[in-house]
Structure formats: C-alpha cells, structure tokens
C-alpha cells in the first residue's frame, strides 16, 4: 500500500541558515508527490510536486525537491530560510487509480531569529 | 487569486450532535473532497465527489458522514452524530479535474472539537 513518511515533526533552524525536510514514500509505480506548506489559518498552499522528467524540481518561495527513485525519497529544501516560512509542511502522494492524495504526518518549522 | 474557502474555522459541539461543515471550492473546479486530521496524525482522505455523487470513499467515511453539493457553490461535510473521536481538523480541497497528478486546492480547514 502506498504511504509517506516524514520523519521529523518538529524542526528549528535559525533564519538564513539552510533548511532539508524529509519526505520518503512506498509506492510501486512512479510516484506524482507534492509538497504542501500550511501557514497558521492559512490552507494548504501548494509549494511544488513531481510527476517525471527532471528530478530537481523547483517550487514557489524559493524551495526545491529532489526526487531519488533509489531512496524513495521527495526532500524539500531552501538554501536560506526566512522567519516567514515557519509554518508546517506536508509532503503527499497522488495514488495511482483513485481520487486522493495520501499525505505524512506533517512536519512543523520553527525558524530563529 | 482564487481560493477554496471554509466555515467556520472553530467548531465546537457535544457529542451527539449533528455538525455540517461548509466549503467554497473554486468556482470553475468539478471535483470536490474531504480530509480531515486528527492532532499528531496524518492528514486523511475521507471522500471524493464529482457529477453530484460520491466517487470514492476511504473505511472512515461511514453512515454517519455524508457530503452534498446543496447549490452552485457550496460543497458540505455532514456528520450525524459526532463522537469524540469526530474530533480533528477538517479540510475541504477541489481540483479542476481527477487524476493523481492534478493539483488539489485546500481550504483553510475546520478544525471540529467533541466533547
């Protein structure tokens, strides 16, 4: 069955520091997956998702995934956090065949001043 | 921008109680759904809805739920009669067609307490 784990639950970085979350999904077929930020009140914004081709993938805010088949892994990453992007962040996959997405647990970013 | 819009933001109820709660997808999407999360778990698929019928359905979604598109705009999470466990915040979230790499738009979210 497919399913996404994201390991941390909660991270702390100090702002401009750089910033990787975890992302692995089992699934047996290519994977679609996305990355979701959701800041306080706010919904669920998409930040960027994979289907094929290049496995950089580049995201609005300035975050970046990488899809490694040989990891089942889908990391997000910033090079320079900014206090703004603390919020929490969901990786998902799309499941092949059905309607929904299936997501991780979520992981919380708490960024320093 | 548009949005996928929910009310109320905070629902409180006693156990028991019927709860609906209330989405507004993007005018121009066709598929409609619901997830919902429970505190410290994952974010949960509940159900899909196109066309006016329910197109999928995880084992959460049982008689006690039922989803409705009463009009043009409004898309709506019924629950029968809440149990504690009921409690969780839940997402509405449309997309403009089906498909695991179309890209689902979420709602702010209603986060439910039972008590």
């Known amino acids: 069955a497919q399913s996404v784990t994201q390991p941390d639950i909660h991270i702390t970085v100090s702002e401009g520091a750089s910033l990787e979350l975890r992302c692995n999904y089992s699934?047996?077929?290519?994977?679609?997956l996305f990355w979701y930020v959701q800041s306080p009140g706010q919904g669920l914004q998409l930040l960027l998702k994979y289907f094929s081709g290049d496995t950089l993938v580049q995201g609005i805010k300035g975050f970046e995934a990488e899809f490694k088949r040989s990891q089942s892994s889908f990391n997000l990453r910033k090079p320079s956090v900014h206090w703004s992007d603390a919020a929490e962040y969901f990786c998902a996959v799309g499941a092949s065949g059905t309607y929904k997405y299936i997501f991780g647990t979520g992981t919380r970013l708490k960024v320093l001043a | 921008e548009p949005e996928v819009t929910q009310t109320p933001s905070h629902q409180v109820t006693q156990m028991g109680q019927e709860v609906i709660l209330r989405c507004v997808p993007i005018s121009n999407h066709l598929y409609f759904y619901w997830y919902r999360q429970i505190l410290g778990q994952k974010v949960e698929f509940l159900v899909s809805?196109?066309?006016?019928?329910?197109?999928?359905k995880s084992e959460i979604f049982d008689d006690q739920f039922s989803v409705e598109r009463p009009d043009g705009s409004n898309f709506t999470l019924k629950i029968r009669s809440t149990k504690l466990e009921d409690s969780a915040m839940y997402f509405c979230a449309s997309s403009w067609t089906r498909g695991p790499q179309e890209t689902q738009y979420f709602g702010p979210g209603t986060r439910l307490l039972v008590l």
């Open positions: 699934y047996g077929a290519t994977p679609y």
């Open positions: 809805f196109y066309n006016n019928e329910i197109s999928e």
